[in-house]
């Protein structure tokens, strides 16, 4: 069984997804069970703090700015800093739901576009794009336009090696 206090090993779940940042750490998200870093100095896993009420991250993202996301499945995005303290280090960004005035809460796929360095965010109602303004908080951008002939119904985003961005639906 699973000895919380035992770093060497992760918890007994499903593995939402696997990451390897910037800097060659590998980030694992387990489904309801947390977000974990592979300590490669003492081989065992940095456990970290509960995100959100359901505690699921669902994707974990890296963008040129080295500011880390997390994409939750039931709660949310958010702002994620490592080396800040269990209170500060998850800042949740409030997302409105495409069609409707409540938040969204299900976010599954991420990436950043070459171009103009967009952090794409895809979710059940559709798909959000984010830049940074020059005072280095975030903004909104409106990209409705792109998908007027489309459903919405989306379940992937992907950049190719050669920066191209790739929509699956």
């Known amino acids: 069984t699973y000895d919380s206090n035992d770093k060497t090993y992760l918890p007994n779940g499903g593995i939402n997804s696997i990451y390897e940042d910037s800097y060659g750490d590998v980030w694992i998200s387990l489904w309801k069970l947390g977000l974990h870093k592979f300590d490669k100095d003492n ?10 009420s359901m505690n699921n991250p669902f994707r974990v993202f890296q963008d040129k ?3 880390f996301w997390i994409c939750t499945w039931g709660d949310g995005v958010y702002l994620f ?3 800040k303290n269990a209170e500060s280090m998850y800042t949740r960004l409030e997302i409105s739901n495409k069609g409707q005035n409540s938040p969204e809460e299900t976010f599954y796929s991420i990436t950043q576009d070459d171009s103009a360095n967009y952090i794409w965010l895809m979710s ?3 798909l959000f794009a984010f830049e940074y ?3 280095g908080t975030l903004r909104e951008v409106d990209v409705s336009h792109l998908f007027k002939g489309s ?3 989306f ?3 992907s950049k190719s090696r050669e920066g191209n961005l790739w929509i699956a639906t």
Do not use: C, Y
Request: glycine share 8%.
């Open 133 to 135: 303004a020059e005072n």
């Open 81 to 83: 800093n490592p080396n």
């Open 124 to 126: 059940f109602s559709g």
């Open 65 to 67: 700015q080295k500011q």
């Open 43 to 52: 081989n065992s896993f940095i456990h970290f703090p509960r995100i959100g």
């Open 155 to 157: 379940s992937e985003i």
């Open 151 to 153: 459903n919405n119904i």
